[in-house]
């Protein structure tokens, strides 16, 4: 019989939130304790998620840490600032966490403050956060009690660049990445800008210069290579939903052929279940939603020393929930792929 | 040389404000003299709405009735409740007036109370309210100093109603409307069940059996034609921007041929020139798109007295603006479609 | 250790045949034998449908009846016209079969002449067709040799009006539905008129009077409820991917309360796992998007004896291969919803 | 009274030659001869493009030379590949043309070659024609028998890059350009890969190194900055009917203030009427699409010698039909802006 875990999810009615409960209900080896919101509180949450009809009865409910104390793992799925707060009295209570926002992702206090615009109080919980990008920290996740799950745009942006960064491949300081995401990394949204009629049939660049994703690309691609990669990174907003599309452009350092890429990206990802490398075939954005795979292939110009990477994700599951339970599955030793296939 | 008129706009930064000011800058007997929101007074219009740049440099200004004294016409593009304490100090004023909004289109103020959940406070003002449709009533909108535009859904459920209701071809109390609307309805929209992911990829009827247009459908066809028709009248909303696509069903009265059906409308629009009969070609909503047409079609069903109505427009432009400006043609004596094709 | 069940699929590269393969692969009792496609036999069946790959390595190959030999079940998701000459090999070789085509589905031959315009050449094959709708006709589907697969709109037609007509609630001779569908129920095609150019942003009626699934809706609601159901059928065709939206309107044959509707679905539904009734609760497509329910709501207008339906499917899962999986189930003995929550 | 000229329009049943009508129509300076078509020959053209039912009766035609003796000017909206042969026999008989196809745009026929896969058939014509981009060639276009249309890409990377490459702001060989485009720049299609469900929620680069816009773009820069450009070019699909959104990167030459980009574009564009320079400020496709604009921003990133380039076109307009009818105007001394605003 399936050895079973108890877990709950903090900010269970966000977009992030909702997605890790469908995952969560289809996985094995979890009994899902407590769901908790804030405004939705008292209210079930099918009926602030009515696909979830016939498929959970839970309550939504008020968090309180007592509440989690039969949990052997608590989601927080909390937008950024929020879990600040919460994560170091989960740790304090000596609570297993995955955290989803981007509290934790920065080593760098200061890269915190100047991209996130506050201050960060808890030092000491950053301290042990684990970044928990499989394919690179498996290793730490696996006994970590604490998780810092990857932000979408970065986990489309450093899967592809790592290996051949790593290789010598690429030119490190050379990097340009052109991300184009759905409208639900924004989160559950009531801001104008977000509504259909603002959104559909436009596409539009935002944030440029300045998105908080921009250093966690610099510093866990510099963390797992070695090297100084002052990433250029440009988000993209369309009209779509799910789903994000990176292309990325970079000098190559030293002549390569197709076969030195697809050696490279097998080197570091021939046993890594959830990333698909499709060499010269190009990635389409509608393979890889409602999955949690990335899908990656690449193109080199002719006549010249440029290299083109294309990486697609849902941005929800692989660029969020899905990511966090190949977390779990990790830390508790359940295989990597359940729930998510 | 073309004679012009003076106008102003208030309410220019809304959905409908905004294609007003489009058509009117295409209009060759017409000049802006204001244009008038609240929240976003001060600044330029290409600001809130940048796809005039290069076209028109007018700041939007606070309303007050001194700022309007140059102006042949009023518009009034505010939401409903807005322009019932709006329209009569314009009124006082001596200004002709065309308001787009929901305030005066009912003479009931009874049924304006049950629909609109407000008490109709200038019965006087609506006494003098001309209902702008020009395809039954352009003799009283010629004169009429002032005119109520009718609502979308209305516009494209009378007009295809209306010659067969009155030519005793439809049993009147047989009727039931399913329209299908674009978000662009709901106007410029913070709520959350508008935003781009609750919307895209989804369909919901709402406001069944309660929507505010459902009594000016029924009065203004019962006006019309003489008879009772208690329409049956179910709104949804669909995943695009603009257009609204009814169908419509009823029991015919008598046999009819398709031909009688041909002369029905030939009878009442032939001269109409926005009004586009397909005979039994199903009309399809791209082609009324940034149109001020309707598009008519019908399909008597094989052994049955049941005929089926087929009825697609703009909501913004002949559900709104587009029919604003046919109005103020023809209380000015310009060409019906000067500004429109 | 659950026992499993050795299945075929014929058709496997249409989005009904891509879908049931989807589902296939996360059901616990089953083995997928073989994928036979005709114009891409001898490709993997990730090559056609990329978002497999990492899931499943079959080669497409080309039907022979020697090739199912081991298959407990054959499953056949060939377009209308091609089941009709399959399915009687696969019965002659004593092959269970669920067949999603529409070949099976009308018990009158001259009623399939006449909608699906060809002669009906397999009628005694026709005539062991059980009509594979679960909520009505679970304990012939569970000894069935040959399942015929319900049509999609006719799944989000009859499923609502059965309770309402066989209790006497409505008057069957009053019923009008108009579905709303997304594009995939078109299947994988060519013709300009499914360009993404020609359906983005649009919406029109179609097959006015002339669709297939009316003689379907019709017969198999007087099967059920013993009374002749000559029910108007409109489809229309949205600018979506997956999904369908029915409204149905017809006249109470006698006073009734809310709660007598609720009643009369609990009668008959109240242990059907897929069917969610949400009573006066408005359903939304996107609630059903991706899974095998339906949602069914309703209203009550306002002094009248008018009663509005609404249900709302994924056309791909509950109208085709998820209801052909829940037909599975049955025949197997399986849980009913395994494979499919 | 305003003069007149004679047009006629060959090809006017695509995509590029409906907008084509659309924009004639409203033009007070142009009678429309004659609409010809191949495969719809016979059919009125409202008939194929039913949108323009009461504004326009005239029939498709087969193309002979003859057809054309009285326009002053003459329309060649073909694919690539047909314009080659027929342009030779219009230039023949004397006609003024504006040729939209991709044919002779490329002044070395071997690069037309490589990147169209066709022997170029007419030098002697190519060697006439005038790139008809007016912000630059304007005053050739003025007087030129034979107007070349630019590409719909090359028009949305060459304006924001021209103004920067020949004032040695950026290093002419660093520049990357990733473009995103609506599906109608892929022109009528009924290939199966832009049918709705294909295209819908997913987006794909395409095309990747081999583009046929790459020499276009390369060599024109180069014409107009006499400096070497090997731009990098990207394009990409998305689910989107009409418009491109284009950001470019490249490496500072020397060190800039934001000013000192503006006076650059202020330098070149100060007067033409379609480019809407926005600064720092950055585009949005949403308000160039139904426009004959091109907007133009940029961002300097902080900390490096990176400058980001945004530009948006209407891909049908300012990219097709639109930049056609703006060499028109320069062509007859019309106002520039004339059936375009």
């Known amino acids: 019989m399936d050895k079973k875990i108890h877990v709950s999810v903090i900010g269970a009615s966000g977009y992030s939130g909702i997605e890790l409960v469908n995952i969560l209900l289809r996985h094995r080896n979890v009994t899902i304790d407590n769901l908790f919101a804030h405004s939705s509180a008292g209210k079930r949450f099918d009926e602030i998620a009515p696909a979830f009809r016939n498929r959970i009865s839970l309550i939504l409910d ?6 989690v104390a039969q949990s052997d793992l608590v989601f927080v799925a909390l937008p950024s600032g929020e879990a600040l707060t919460l994560v170091p009295q989960l740790r304090a209570a000596g609570k297993r966490v995955i955290d989803l926002s981007g509290d934790f992702r920065l080593k760098d206090t200061n890269l915190y403050k100047q991209y996130y615009k506050r201050e960060h109080t808890a030092p000491e919980t950053l301290s042990e956060a684990v970044f ?20 979408c745009y970065p986990t489309s942006v450093i899967l592809p660049l790592a290996p051949l960064v790593k290789e010598g491949i690429l030119d490190p300081t050379s990097i340009i990445a052109n991300s184009l995401s759905g409208v639900s990394g924004a989160g559950r949204s009531s801001l104008p800008e977000y509504s259909f009629c603002e959104v559909n049939d436009s596409v539009r660049a935002y944030k440029v210069g300045v998105h908080q994703h921009i250093p966690e690309i610099r510093t866990v691609l510099e963390q797992i290579t070695g090297k100084s990669t002052p990433v250029i990174f440009i988000p993209h907003l369309l009209p779509i939903t799910r789903g994000i599309y990176t292309t ?5 350092q030293k002549s390569v052929q197709i076969s030195d890429i697809e050696n490279a990206y097998a080197a570091y990802y021939s046993s890594a279940p959830f990333v698909r490398f499709s060499s010269t075939r190009i990635p389409e954005l509608k393979h890889v939603v409602q999955t949690n795979f990335i ?7 002719p006549d010249s020393h440029h290299i083109v990477l294309f990486a697609v994700i849902d941005n929800l599951i692989k660029g969020a929930a899905g990511q966090a339970v190949q977390n779990m599955n990790l ?11």
Chains 1, 2, 3, 4 share one sequence.
């Open 331 to 341: 830390m508790f030793q359940f295989p990597e792929t359940e729930g998510l296939l």
């Open 248 to 252: 990325i452009h970079a000098t190559l």
């Open 62 to 67: 008020e968090f309180s840490i007592e509440k």
């Open 132 to 151: 928990g990008l499989p394919e690179w920290f498996a290793n730490k996740i696996r006994t970590a009690q604490f998780v810092s799950n990857p932000g």
């Open 295 to 301: 899908d990656i292939g690449f193109s080199l110009l």
